[in-house]
């Protein structure tokens, strides 16, 4: 079995998403001479987003056009020890006026931008509660990602809510700035991740449920078999109906074809393909099973129907060996072929597009 | 200074508590370990207080004297106070009350062994109007108070005894009746004969006389945790491992007590040994067993447990045994590789207006030793491919007398009909609460079924059946399930391997529904009821007043998707409208009602020569109806082998006479054409 190319963007989903929304909101001190400590004390946060875009950035930019896993890595780590940075800074702040909603809902998002970038859902979601729900690891990793997020979402818009009721209540007036390059950068990107993402899921449900049907195969579990080929072929279907749904990107249809011929030979799979191999596990247990019955035999106790009977046995077993071993070879040959068109495509699509 | 000698006396006085002495008896260690091990894991650990110390004791001294011929009231009440703070006692390193229970049941089976010698030398007096009281209630009869109570319950017992012996013997009515005084002397010494070697086998068990007494105390002990916690002495573990380790090796023979307490053939493995031999027939009494080295082993005085034992620790042997005519005949036999049955045979197509499948699990086996072992799920998968192969448009899953098996292999099972989802709750003292989902996301087969059940699924089978029932995925058909939601482990008494120590079976866990209901003690409730008429004599989960309560799920139960509903009240009432006008649930409703009266009426019977076959033959002829009534094969549906089974049994002809048995029983199985029934009018209600 391949293992999937790890894609660190696939992680980013829409984390920066929520900070985007933030960086469009500059806050400017009015000429009222009594409103310009406010103003200040605004800016002051404002002004703690741009290493973090600037970190985010770097971060999305390696991932998006680097094959340098370690370079990746590095970025990834630069931006989380930035954002601790800043969650220091900003607790640090004093509350204006004995107003402290401003600093703590700026450090409250900081916080979980923190534990959402270290992947330390614990941290944020009930991880017991989540893979109890969940049919597997892989279901309750990617379920905890989403609460995750939604919660990171929820905070970003109680901040932004909070810097208007701040500004309000302080009589700042807010005055939206132009986008600094990076925020622009930041949100075309997040538009490139988000069509990836949506994509790249249906093409990973199905990846991984083949997985298990292999699993099964190496483990002779029939059972499991023919589980797994009948889920395999739905979400096939199910993958392709909905790539059916979704819009080229920006006038390319590279990536929904890498996953539609992906999905094509997953539904090859468990329709012809999987039941030559399990059929090749129960012509070996019917094989055995004659076998063992007329070895008991005494030769002299074995009439012809029993030779004739072991003799269809052998032919229906040899012919299922033979159907075993070139269905395997063909789905290999495929597998590693789509596999790897899939890769290439990934990333030249995000070559492309991520700016 | 002044202090110091009673200081010091004071110190002394708390040695013994302190430290366990040196030479306690290991069953003393196997005591604190083992209420040690069951605090630390059993669901629901038992305080040892007064009253649970009481019932320790009482329950002790029944299961060593389940008839009450051994043990006076007086015995139990003498031995009481001993017995208040067992559970400091055994901190404490020590158990001198079960001590002084076992030298008191030393002394009185030999006092019961004396008695009966004298019973030897003088006929009972079998004018004297005597009445034994059979009940099938729980509340047995009082204990004897004293030696001369006891000594008048031995005297009925033992007329009771030689007037059976007088009742079978005459049976074959074609011999002309023998007078009942010409027969009594032999009939009773043969009765007393059999009741001395019971005796003497506790006696001289081959544990040791302590030993054997202690794992009983130990296995009741058990048993007040619960009913399935149990124990297991070094000496049965190693029994037992000798069994599995010549499972494959055997001559062929299964063994089992009469009714006179002989032990006979009850089965010959077909192709076996034994059954090759064409000399051995079920039925034949063994007599003695001649080993290799000329050693002559007399039976009269063995049970079954040490026969077994004997024979699986020799490959040749030679057994006499007594043949039915009463003729004497000595059979040399090998020990070989006895095929093990495949349960190949266990699926079948069955036609009739439609073609259905049918599958019947008898247990839920899988290899205990290797994890990643390929169970009956498995099998089952791979049997109902084969079924699909075939067209079926309909599945009956038979679970009846399935006590179950391995839990995994439950989910398995379910999960090959459920798509995903959680199958069933569990919670554990330490460890919470935890859905149990099925393994693999996706269905073999999706099409109408029904599940089989009845009085005797159990664990496993109820597992499977309610987390079907809950799903709406099958109907359930038959009679309310036994009634056990509980897991458990099993676990040696001492952390080292040595070789003398025992094992206990602990239930950690306890199954709730997924709507956070149980069947614990209430079963799981069949949605189209059918009368069984042995239900009333079937053992049940809320029989046992140490279950488990049958209370719900503290906080609800878990989300999960059901398919819609099922036509169940249709469904029901169809099955009920064929019942009315059937012929032999009829008559199986009739031996129901017979049976419950049975178990609700005690039996009172004469023991007087004139009247006793006469009463023992009413009380049989009870029995004897049910047989009758389910002679007749099914004009509703034949049954056969799918492709694959068929090519088997084509070369061998043993297997292919088992599977023609098997056939021949289920189409004359009044259960399955009812469930063929439900199934049809399953397929045309919901049209599919």
């Given amino acids: 079995m391949l293992a999937i190319k790890h894609n660190p963007m696939y992680r980013q989903l829409t984390c ?3 900070v985007a929304l933030l960086v469009l909101v500059q806050t400017s001190a009015t000429a009222q001479e009594t409103f310009a400590h406010a103003g200040e004390y605004m800016t002051r946060f404002s002004e703690l987003y741009e290493p973090f875009a600037a970190d985010m950035w770097a971060y999305m930019s390696a991932s998006a056009h680097s094959n340098n896993a370690q370079k990746i890595e590095k970025r990834r780590e630069e931006l989380i020890r930035t954002v601790y940075d800043i969650r220091k800074q900003v607790r640090s702040q004093p509350v204006w006026k004995g107003d402290a909603g401003l600093r703590d809902s700026t ?23 989540i893979a109890e729900q969940s049919y597997d690891l892989m279901e309750a990793y990617l379920a905890a990602k989403e609460q995750a997020y939604d919660q990171l979402n929820e905070a970003s818009a109680r901040l932004q809510a909070e810097q208007y009721r701040f500004a309000d209540t302080h009589r700042v007036q807010l005055v939206e700035s132009e986008k600094s390059k990076n925020a622009e950068r930041i949100e075309a990107a997040s538009q490139v991740i988000a069509y990836y993402n949506r994509v790249f899921l249906i093409y990973f449900k199905a990846f991984k449920q083949e997985a298990y049907l292999t699993e099964a195969v190496n483990s002779g579990d029939v059972n499991a078999m023919l589980q797994n ?127 | 200074m002044k202090t110091f000698p009673c200081l010091l006396l004071y110190l002394l006085s708390l040695l013994p508590l302190a430290a366990p002495a040196q030479n306690e008896p290991q ?52 031995l009481a106070p001993a017995w208040y703070g067992l559970s400091d006692q055994v901190r404490a390193g020590g158990c001198a009350c079960l001590s002084v229970s076992i030298d008191r049941y030393r002394a009185r089976l030999g006092d019961a062994r004396q008695r009966l010698d004298s019973y030897v030398q003088q006929a009972p007096d079998y004018t004297q109007a005597d009445t034994l009281r059979f009940s099938m209630q729980a509340l047995a009869r009082p204990r004897a108070a004293d030696d001369a109570a006891l000594d008048r319950y031995w005297q ?16 074959p009515s074609d011999t002309p009746a023998t007078a009942f005084a010409d027969l009594e002397p032999t009939l009773r010494r043969q009765a007393l004969t059999r009741e001395q070697c019971r005796i003497d086998q506790v006696l001289g068990h081959p544990m040791g006389f302590e030993a054997y007494a202690a794992s009983v105390f130990l296995k009741n002990l058990s048993e007040q945790f619960d009913p399935h916690s149990a124990y297991f002495s070094a000496y049965e573990k190693d029994r037992f491992e000798s069994s599995l380790a010549t499972e494959a090796l055997s001559f062929g023979i299964e063994l089992d007590e009469n009714r006179y307490g002989d032990i006979e053939i009850g089965r010959l493995t077909p192709g076996g040994p034994a059954w090759r031999s064409k000399e051995l027939h079920k039925g034949d009494v063994l007599i003695d067993i001649r080993l ?51 349960n190949i045979i266990n699926s079948l197509v069955l036609e009739g207006d439609r073609r259905l499948g049918y599958i019947h699990l008898p247990g839920f086996y899988t290899d205990w030793e290797d994890e990643r072992a390929l169970g009956c799920a498995n ?65 073999i087969y999706d099409g109408p079924m029904i599940v089989l059940v009845n009085g005797l699924s159990a664990s496993a089978s109820e597992i499977f059946a309610a987390a079907m029932q809950d799903y709406r995925r099958a109907v359930i058909v038959g009679t309310p399930t036994y009634g056990k939601a509980s897991g458990q482990v099993v676990l040696p008494l001492t952390a080292s391997s040595a070789a003398t120590s025992g094992f206990v079976k602990v239930s950690v866990s306890r199954f709730y529904r997924l709507d956070g209901s149980t069947h614990q003690r209430q079963g799981v409730q069949p949605d189209v009821l059918l009368p069984d008429a042995l239900a009333p004599f079937m053992p049940a989960e809320a029989d046992d007043a140490t279950a488990f309560p049958g209370d719900s799920m503290a906080g609800g139960g878990r989300p999960f998707q059901p398919l819609p509903p099922l036509p169940l009240d249709a469904l029901a009432a169809r099955s009920g409208q064929r019942l009315d006008t059937s012929a032999r649930f009829g008559a199986i409703r009739m031996q129901y009602e017979d049976a419950l009266r049975l178990v609700q009426t005690d039996l009172d019977l004469q023991l007087a020569a004139a009247s006793f076959p006469a009463d023992m033959q009413r009380i049989e002829q009870r029995f004897r109806r049910s047989d009758e009534a389910q002679t007749a094969p099914s004009p509703v549906f034949t049954a056969r082998n799918h492709r694959t089974a068929a090519a088997i049994l084509a070369i061998d002809p043993l297997l292919a006479g088992q ?29 599919q």
């Fill in chain 2, 659 to 687: 599977n023609q048995s098997l056939i021949d029983k289920l189409t004359r199985d009044p259960y399955l054409e009812e469930a063929c029934f439900i199934l049809n009018d399953l397929i045309v209600l919901t049209g």
């Fill in chain 2, 292 to 342: 290799p080295d000329g050693q002559v082993v007399e039976l009269d005085c063995q049970d079954l447990d040490a026969i077994e034992d004997l024979l699986s620790r020799h490959d040749r042997l030679s057994l006499t045994v007594r043949k039915q005519s009463g003729r004497f005949q000595q059979v040399a036999l090998a020990r070989e590789q006895v095929a093990v049955t495949e």
């Fill in chain 2, 379 to 443: 099998d089952v998968a791979k049997e109902l491919f084969r079924l699909r192969q075939e067209g079926i448009e309909g599945l009956i899953i038979d679970l009846r007398y399935n006590g179950g098996g391995a839990m995994t292999e439950a989910l398995q099972l379910a999960g090959i009909f459920i798509d995903e989802g959680p199958l069933c709750v569990m919670q554990q003292r330490k460890e919470g609460i935890r859905s149990l989902k099925d393994a693999n996301r996706g269905t």
């Fill in chain 1, 107 to 129: 450090a409250s998002f900081f916080n979980l931008c923190y534990f959402v970038l270290k992947e330390d859902y614990a941290r944020i979601v009930n991880l017991e509660a």
């Fill in chain 1, 16 to 18: 920066w998403l929520a």
């Fill in chain 1, 229 to 355: 080929q009948n889920t395999l072929a739905r979400l096939a279907a199910e993958g392709m109906a909905t790539l059916d749904t979704m819009p080229d990107f920006a006038g390319d249809g590279s990536l929904k074809e890498a996953c539609l011929q992906q999905l094509l030979f997953f539904r090859e799979e468990a329709s012809d393909k999987a039941p030559m191999i399990i059929d090749y596990f129960l012509q070996k247990e019917t094989f055995e099973r004659i076998k063992a019955v007329l070895d008991k035999k005494p030769t002299q106790e074995r009439t012809q129907e029993d030779i004739d009977g072991y003799n269809a046995a052998v032919n229906a077993y040899n012919a299922a060996v033979a159907a075993y071993n070139s269905t395997n070879e063909e789905l290999n040959k495929s597998r590693t072929a789509l596999y790897n068109a899939w890769n290439k495509t990934s990333t030249l699509f995000m070559d492309k597009h991520v700016p």
């Fill in chain 2, 27 to 78: 069953y003393c260690r196997e005591t604190r370990r083992l209420l040690s091990l069951f605090n630390e894991r059993h669901y629901s650990p038992m305080t040892l207080d007064s009253a649970a110390t009481q019932r320790v004791l009482l329950t002790y001294i029944d299961a060593l004297d389940p008839d009450r011929l051994i043990f006076t009231q007086q015995d139990i009440d003498e």
């Fill in chain 2, 156 to 171: 009925r017992w033992f007329k009771y005894k030689t007037l059976l012996r007088y009742y079978y013997q005459q049976q």
